[in-house]
Nanobody, 118 residues
């Protein structure tokens, strides 16, 4: 069994920063891609950023403020969020496309709340 454990969410004022982290543990044999999605109340879940061994992608609306990175040694992905805006308020979910003992599967974290408000 594989688990994705997220941390780093919280409450921050506009203009502030947060760093989210997500660690994959358990029977992880290899990871193709890890990423972050977010879902605001009343909205669909949307991709924010994704990273593989070859490239990183961040959606246009946040690419000047958010950075995705990965520590391959500990199967952890990070999302550094700067200059946060109220519209960034959402539950942020970690996602991993990986191989475990059962083959190639996609796993999700439990979500971490990010609230940006004055």
């Amino acid at each position: 069994q594989v688990q994705l454990v997220e941390s780093g969410g919280g409450f921050v004022q506009p203009g502030g920063s947060l760093e989210l982290s997500c660690a994959a543990s358990g029977n992880v044999r290899a990871i193709d891609a890890m990423g972050w999605y977010r879902q605001a109340p009343g909205n669909q879940r949307e991709l924010v950023a994704t990273i593989t061994t070859r490239s990183a992608y961040v959606i246009d609306s946040v690419k000047d403020r958010f950075t995705i990175s990965r520590d391959y040694a500990v199967n952890t992905v990070y999302l550094q969020m700067n200059s946060l805006k109220p519209e960034d308020t959402a539950v942020y979910y970690c996602n991993a496309d990986l191989y475990d003992n059962y083959g190639n599967l996609v796993y999700w974290g439990q979500g971490t709340q990010v609230t940006v408000s004055s």
